[in-house]
């Protein structure tokens, strides 16, 4: 079970990788955009699009790890009633296995659009780049998401001690 946490932990450097892939690209995209929208007078047509994309790519591929993670904006207003009664832990699995199952909803529906975007044949604007491509990709992460709520939330549940993080 170690290794297999381990191994876990190791893959999902790869959407942070992608996500910073994908910041980094926006950061150039811009920088020149500026540049040549001032001196030149001529911007990046397909800057919007690419931005749109990208943006994209950035959330939903971090989305998984910030959800596990508990990254998450959150307010504490019940935090002290659960830890009087020690139920904490199963808070916290009840919330990651609920919020697991109701991803689903995004998931079909996002799926669904990007399938009829898809037979609709719709592409960005500049570039012609298919936009179920995206829908697709953010499926993925969001069903990825889903599942690594549901594992954390049983992991909360029977085995809390794979939770913490490795010392260094």
Not at 123 to 152: D, K
Request: aromatic fraction near 10%.
């Amino acid at each position: 079970m170690s290794a297999l946490i381990h191994l876990a932990r190791r893959i999902s450097l790869i959407p942070v990788l992608v996500a910073c892939l994908a910041l980094f690209v926006l950061m150039i995209m811009t920088f020149c955009d500026v540049i040549l929208r001032s001196v030149f007078n001529s911007p990046i047509e397909a800057a919007t699009e690419l931005t749109r994309i990208l943006m994209a790519v950035l959330v939903f591929s971090v989305l998984p790890i910030i959800s596990v993670t508990n990254g998450h904006i959150a307010v504490d207003l019940t935090d002290g009633l659960f830890q009087k009664f020690r139920l904490s832990r199963l808070r916290d699995a009840i919330i990651h296995i609920l919020a697991g199952v109701m991803l689903y909803w995004p998931v079909e529906r996002v799926w669904v659009l990007s399938n009829r975007a898809r037979d609709y044949g719709d592409v960005t604007e500049y570039l012609g780049i298919p936009t179920f491509y995206v829908g697709w990709f953010i499926t993925i992460a969001v069903g990825i998401s889903a599942v690594a709520l549901i594992v954390t939330g049983l992991l909360y549940l029977f085995a809390p001690q794979y939770l913490s993080e490795p010392s260094k």
